[in-house]
């Protein structure tokens, strides 16, 4: 009775999985389960054995590859960062493609000039109808009527100046040396450059700040001091 009870537990203990079996049947990389199945080596216990072995050996090539390519390139990276106590702010210049307010153009503007806004055609007709918004067509009809209009005499400056951007509607908001600043901080000049910019500028103080510029061919330009 002995002996066959050794002889029982010696059988056990042949098919009882290894500790490496166990763990590969238990683990989630894939292929162990294949490698270190039960039983005797098979083709397909071979065929997976080299494929996760070629599969790691390409891993550490490609790894030793990168690291010696970071090594070929050693480099330090320094930030200095300095205060300045002061700084003179530079000159913003806003070419706005739309240089004039459609609302604040009076009949008599459109009579001299709607032509170059390309508002009106050589016979003081609305040029492309089909364009406009509807809106925008209906205050066009009515400010381009000219039937029994009488022209008054008309200044391209005050023109400019009536009609251009107001700081005061275009103003969100401004800050200058951490204090706020405001529409009445800013001055209005004018540049009229022969053939070249007609201008409206806005200076802030001493220092210009934000100013904008109307340039005649519509060209979006840059300007800075």
């Known amino acids: 009775m002995t002996a066959m009870k050794g002889d029982s537990e010696d059988s056990i203990e042949s098919i009882r999985p290894s500790n490496l079996q166990a763990f590969a049947n238990s683990s989630t990389l894939h292929g162990m389960s294949h490698i270190f199945a039960y039983g005797h080596m098979t083709f397909r216990r071979l065929l997976w054995t080299l494929s996760f072995l070629g599969s790691l050996g390409l891993l550490l090539v490609v790894c030793m590859d990168r690291v010696s390519y970071y090594l070929q390139f050693p480099h330090v990276t320094k930030l200095d960062e300095v205060a300045a106590p002061n700084l003179t702010f530079p000159a913003v210049t806003f070419c ?42 209906a205050a066009l009809k009515e400010k381009g009527n000219f039937i029994n209009f009488k022209p008054k005499q008309f200044n391209m400056t005050d023109f400019y100046n009536r009609t251009g951007h107001d700081i005061n509607e275009m103003l969100l908001q401004c800050t200058f040396r951490g204090e706020d600043c405001y529409p009445f901080n800013f001055s209005t000049v004018f540049n009229m450059l022969e053939n070249l910019t007609k201008g409206k500028f806005l200076h802030f103080h001493t220092q210009p700040l934000l100013f904008w510029v109307y340039n005649k061919e519509n060209v979006m330009c840059d300007n800075t001091n």
């Open 96 to 137: 706005n493609l739309n240089e004039f307010r459609f609302s604040k153009i009076t009949k008599n503007d459109l009579y001299h000039v709607g032509e170059l806004l390309a508002l009106l055609n050589e016979n003081y007709q609305i040029a492309n109808p089909h364009l406009a918004e509807p809106e925008v067509l």
